[in-house]
């Protein structure tokens, strides 16, 4: 069995700026996560509260050890202060943090295999970069002795639009599926993943602030079973044409109704009711001719009635 648990908060109850998209984040990861080509992958949805720490402590141990691998997300705030070791902020009125020491600590006693995926803001004293968060954090995860593989970013600044979804978590999505619909035959893997990411022009910035570091092993996150699998979002859509204009509305009213057509002024008889133009061409001709026979027969009778006058 493989277990993903996904975390995300809004910090609605917290000191902290509030982060409304982040629960909409942790909800795409774990829609993506569910589809069928992720194989036997259990998904758990958890709030980034106060008692989150018991609660994976808890989720994880009713599992045993046996595990084959584990994948975390989490999406809120990271703090790095002094000498302690990076820890996840989570939301309550009092701040209380949730050391990564102690997360990675959790999952080394129920798998040898995981994958931690972190999109956070970081929260730093004065005397550290928040660029080097992720660095730290790779410090403390070489530290255990499970397979533990991870992908971090720790953006150091605000989002200028709290309520938009985190662009580093829309392009994990993104290149998941992109390069779900490229691994062929093959397996997919953490590593083939981050560098799909990396080939996004336009995310390039994000990875100032995001790092990889691989685990003794590589993490399976696609297995070969359900190579060829495609997510029905990424299937190819028909083509969608464009609706017929609708016809204008006839005229309803009893004049306009009876209105004749007017006559097209070469025939000299009745009204010009031909519908189609190749019909009206063949109706203009058809006129024509029967005027000028009726010219002709006029001009012999006359000539025939002269010549009788004369004689």
């Known amino acids: 069995m493989r277990l993903a648990i996904v975390i995300a908060s809004g910090y609605e109850n917290s000191q902290l700026a509030s982060l409304p998209a982040a629960p909409l984040d942790g909800e795409l990861v774990a829609r993506r996560l569910s589809e069928p080509d992720t194989g036997a992958l259990v998904v758990k949805q958890l709030i980034g509260d106060r008692e989150l720490p018991e609660r994976i402590a808890l989720l994880l141990a009713g599992q045993g050890t046996a595990l084959e691998g584990v994948i975390i997300y989490f999406s809120g705030y990271l703090a790095w202060m002094g000498n302690r070791s990076p820890a996840l902020l989570l939301d309550a009125p009092r701040a209380r943090g949730f050391p990564i020491s102690r997360l990675f600590r959790l999952l080394e006693r129920c798998t040898t295999d995981a994958?931690?995926?972190?999109?956070?803001?970081?929260?730093?004293?004065?005397?550290?970069s928040p660029f080097a968060v992720a660095d730290a954090v790779d410090q403390v995860a070489s530290g255990f002795s499970l397979s533990l593989t991870t992908i971090v970013r720790g953006d150091p600044g605000t989002p200028d639009?709290?309520?938009?979804?985190?662009?580093?978590?829309?392009?994990?999505?993104?290149?998941?599926?992109?390069?779900?619909?490229?691994?062929?035959?093959?397996?997919?893997?953490?590593?083939?993943?981050?560098?799909?990411?990396?080939?996004?022009?336009?995310?390039?910035?994000?990875?100032?602030?995001?790092?990889?570091?691989?685990?003794?092993?590589?993490?399976?996150?696609?297995?070969?079973?359900?190579?060829?699998?495609?997510?029905?979002?990424?299937?190819?859509?028909?083509?969608?044409?464009?609706?017929?204009a609708a016809a204008p509305e006839e005229a309803t009213t009893p004049s306009a109704a009876a209105q004749p057509v007017a006559p097209t002024g070469r025939s000299g008889?009745?009204?010009?009711?031909?519908?189609?133009?190749?019909?009206?061409r063949r109706c203009r001709r058809h006129l024509r001719r029967t005027a000028f026979a009726g010219v002709r027969r006029t001009v012999v009778l006359g000539g025939a009635a002269s010549a009788s006058g004369t004689g």
């Open 269 to 280: 008889g009745g009204p010009h009711t031909c519908r189609s133009h190749s019909a009206s």
């Open 115 to 128: 994958l931690v995926v972190f999109d956070t803001l970081a929260v730093v004293d004065e005397t550290k």
């Open 161 to 244: 639009d709290p309520h938009s979804s985190s662009p580093f978590t829309r392009l994990l999505v993104k290149a998941l599926n992109r390069a779900a619909t490229k691994r062929g035959d093959s397996e997919l893997t953490a590593r083939d993943l981050y560098a799909m990411m990396g080939r996004n022009r336009r995310y390039v910035d994000i990875f100032r602030s995001s790092r990889y570091r691989p685990g003794l092993h590589p993490f399976i996150l696609l297995p070969i079973e359900t190579a060829g699998f495609v997510v029905p979002s990424q299937q190819p859509q028909p083509a969608q044409h464009p609706p017929y």
